[in-house]
């Protein structure tokens, strides 16, 4: 069975703060991908990374760096400088080889910039 | 710019109604997904299709059935809306067949049952 844990329910911090996201994963299937979506306020899940399986690559896009360890199953998602448009829930979904396109999704977690 | 489009924002139903929630995508894709949010129990899948007339049961399909006449739309149907029901909804589509494709989520249907 496919799982996704985002254990860190709500996160609070100040602006200009580091903060990291955690995402843990199960499946046994060899050929996954993994995934990174911000809900802001305004309801809308906007995609913001793709990972695969077999590219174990850290990844740096501006202020968001993402770290994919299959040792730990984690693909943690860590904001540098956090800024107030920055607030959202995020979500952390898994496909796999043998389950078509259905995404499984963690429960997502809240993550407050205070200015 | 693709897009996922969600009839309605909101939506307030009395119990007892059948309830018709309507997604369309413009990027020509061949799944489609209708997911139900709820805090603290992330994106749960109720219902997916993969084609047109094509549909296969999520997680949670009790209580709801989905109709898909045309590759662009799907559509969700409460047939018998319950305050349980209450709910934000939410609709997304993708690429068929590789596992290396995102989804497209539209802006999200509230429906408040009373």
């Known amino acids: 069975a496919q799982k996704v844990t985002q254990a860190q329910t709500e996160i609070s911090v100040v602006e200009k703060e580091d903060v990291t996201l955690d995402c843990v994963y199960e499946?046994?299937?060899?050929?996954?991908?993994l995934f990174w979506y911000k809900q802001p306020p305004s309801g809308e899940l906007v995609f913001l990374i793709r990972?695969?399986?077999?590219?174990?690559q850290n990844e740096i896009s501006g202020r968001y760096s993402w770290n994919f360890q299959k040792s730990t199953s984690s693909f943690n998602f860590t904001i540098t400088a956090s800024q107030v448009v920055d607030s959202a829930v995020y979500f952390c979904?898994?496909?796999?080889?043998?389950?078509?396109?259905?995404?499984?999704f963690g429960t997502g977690t809240s993550l407050t910039v205070i200015p | 710019d693709v897009k996922v489009t969600q009839s309605s924002r909101y939506l307030v139903k009395r119990t007892g109604e059948k309830v018709f929630l309507e997604c369309v995508q413009d990027?020509?894709?061949?799944?489609m997904f209708w997911y139900r949010q709820d805090p603290g129990l992330g994106l749960r899948l109720i219902y997916f299709?993969?084609?047109?007339?094509?549909?296969e049961k999520g997680d949670i399909p009790e209580g709801y059935s989905v109709s898909r006449e045309k590759k662009e739309r799907f559509s969700l149907i409460l047939e018998s809306a319950s305050t349980n029901q209450t709910s934000m909804y939410l609709c997304?589509?993708?690429?068929?067949?590789?596992?290396?494709?995102?989804?497209?989520f539209g802006q999200g249907t509230r429906l408040t049952v009373v």
């Open positions: 997304a589509s993708s690429l068929p067949g590789t596992v290396n494709t995102e989804a497209f």
């Open positions: 499946t046994r299937d060899t050929t996954y991908y």
């Open positions: 990972r695969n399986s077999f590219d174990e």
């Open positions: 979904a898994l496909t796999t080889s043998n389950t078509g396109n259905q995404f499984y």
């Open positions: 990027m020509d894709h061949e799944n």
């Open positions: 299709s993969y084609d047109v007339k094509m549909k």
